[in-house]
């Protein structure tokens, strides 16, 4: 988050009366969101539905240039031998009869080895997969980008990098029908191609894929979990040549398509992107990059801010306290929870810190002993605050409506707190902050998105809609989770 001086502007209020103030617009996530699906499909984990390759699973007639056919290789050529029956698919049923024609050539490098000459670019150094239009070629990173995904976040991590780079070559077989020209923005490409990424994993979690298979509990949070770490910095501007969006943005883009097919993804153009992307410069006034340290002063000022954004006659704001988070009675939740019997919310304010803090270069967010950054802390601060509204209008806390409840009202504070407040209220979002609350919501033990008694809704995907909804348009808390 970012400390501003107090600014005399006008004062943005979520009223809840039984419900909340709209925000102006519509929720993003369409459909109904339930604790038990995702996008209608039953929540699975690996323990039932192991994700990654299929056992016995048919091998690909493809080959790459210069592959050394090991591991990184085989699971590349296995996700677009996948790709293409997807495209195959999915390209005429949904443009108008368009048949789908395979890529003129596929290659693999090593970019800490001999390098080679792709798209006019040399691969000594160069850890990443790329589309080229100009050859109509995708290629990869066996050495370096391939098994960190797949040591960090699991094999079907490599999928996703494959199926967006699918993506950027639909759009290019496509032409005007993707609505891509010269003149277009990355962001708007870059948007599509996680897009069109989110179908083809919907067609693996349909059980439609020869090769592959994913949970949709465990296996999906990996998957946007990846998102995450391929993510832009924080701070990058979306206009910049090159920019991809931020995880808040990519994950968007990924579950839309998931959710809503690749139709929904060639209708993502500018002025969607605009009036949605997080992704932007850091202010001038954005204090240490946005991330704060978590102590006494600003968790004050976080009360401050929820007390104003959360106001209506009769509702009595709880109480904030460090005292190791602890509740009469003895049991609470970690490190922060919600006390009904006196309205108080506690605190252990050294391992808020501690998830406070920015995890350094190639660390995950959230992983053992490793921090994802302030607003995560300070979102979870916010997630058993309203707790104490939810009781005070007689809703329940105990259950998963309670929980994707939560997380809804912790993303209509995060609108509300983009916005400048007055006397004291001077925290505001900064670029990056979405992220973090993305980053905690697919950890295990997710507090944004759980009940009082810390059972997270099972499925990230699910946490994430629940958050966003309530980001875009807080009256829907209440009217999808009541």
């Given at each position: 988050m970012r400390s501003y001086l107090p600014l005399a502007l006008a004062l943005v209020v979520l009223v809840l009366v039984s419900c909340a103030q709209a925000i102006p617009g519509t929720p993003r996530a369409e459909g109904e969101i339930d604790a038990g699906t995702v996008a209608g499909l039953?929540?699975?984990?690996?323990?039932?539905?192991?994700?990654?390759?299929?056992?016995?699973?048919?091998?690909?007639?493809?080959?790459?240039?210069?592959?050394d056919n090991g591991e990184m290789d085989q699971l590349a050529l296995g996700a677009l031998a996948d790709l293409y029956e997807y495209w195959n698919e999915r390209m005429p049923a949904d443009f108008e009869g368009q048949k789908f024609t395979p890529l003129a050539r596929l290659v693999s490098y090593d970019s800490k080895g001999k390098a080679l000459r792709l798209c006019q670019t040399s691969t000594s150094g160069l850890v990443?997969?790329?589309?080229?239009?100009?050859?109509?070629?995708?290629?990869?990173?066996?050495?370096?980008?391939?098994?960190?995904?797949?040591?960090?976040?699991?094999?079907m991590s490599v999928v996703t990098v494959l199926a967006h780079e699918a993506g950027h070559a639909v759009q290019f077989k496509l032409g005007g029908k993707s609505g891509i020209t010269q003149a277009t923005k990355t962001i708007v490409k870059e948007q599509q191609a996680d897009c069109y990424a989110g179908g083809f994993f919907r067609w693996i979690a349909d059980g439609k894929s020869k090769r592959f298979q994913i949970s949709t509990g465990e296996g999906l949070n990996k998957v946007l979990a990846t998102m995450f770490f391929i993510r832009d910095p924080a701070g990058t501007d979306a206009n910049k040549q090159g920019a991809h969006g931020l995880a808040w943005d990519r994950v968007f883009a990924f579950q839309m398509g998931f959710s809503q097919g690749p139709k929904r993804c060639a209708a993502m153009d500018q002025k969607e992107i605009d009036d949605r992307i997080s992704e932007q410069k850091f202010d001038e006034r954005d204090y240490r990059r946005g991330n704060l340290p978590v102590n006494d002063e600003y968790i004050r000022k976080i009360k401050i801010s929820l007390d104003e954004a959360f106001t209506t006659s009769g509702f009595t704001p709880p109480q904030l306290r460090d005292n190791g988070s602890r509740c009469p009675g003895g049991k609470a939740t970690e490190p922060v929870a919600y006390c009904p019997d006196d309205n108080t919310v506690v605190m252990d304010v050294g391992k808020l810190a501690q998830l406070g803090t920015p995890p350094k270069r190639n660390q995950e967010p959230g992983a053992d002993g490793v921090g994802i950054g302030d607003f995560a802390a300070f979102a979870e601060i916010a997630s058993r605050y309203t707790?104490?509204?939810?009781?005070?209008?007689?809703?329940?806390?105990?259950?998963?409506?309670?929980?994707?409840?939560?997380?809804?009202?912790?993303?209509?504070?995060?609108?509300?707190?983009?916005?400048?407040?007055?006397g004291e209220n001077t925290l505001r979002l900064s670029p990056g902050d979405l992220d973090e609350a993305v980053a905690e919501m697919l950890m295990g033990k997710s507090l944004i998105a759980a009940d009082i008694n810390g059972n997270p809704v099972k499925a990230g995907f699910a946490r994430v809609e629940a958050f966003r909804i309530g980001y875009v348009n807080a009256k829907e808390c209440t009217a999808r989770f009541s």
């Open positions: 039953p929540v699975t984990n690996d323990d039932t539905v192991p994700s990654g390759p299929r056992d016995g699973a048919p091998k690909t007639d493809l080959t790459a240039e210069n592959a990443n997969a790329f589309y080229c239009s100009l050859d109509d070629s995708i290629a990869w990173d066996r050495g370096v980008l391939l098994p960190e995904l797949s040591k960090q976040f699991g094999k707790m104490s509204i939810q009781k005070n209008v007689g809703l329940s806390l105990d259950d998963e409506k309670a929980a994707l409840r939560t997380a809804c009202l912790t993303g209509a504070w995060a609108h509300v707190a983009e916005k400048p407040g007055s």
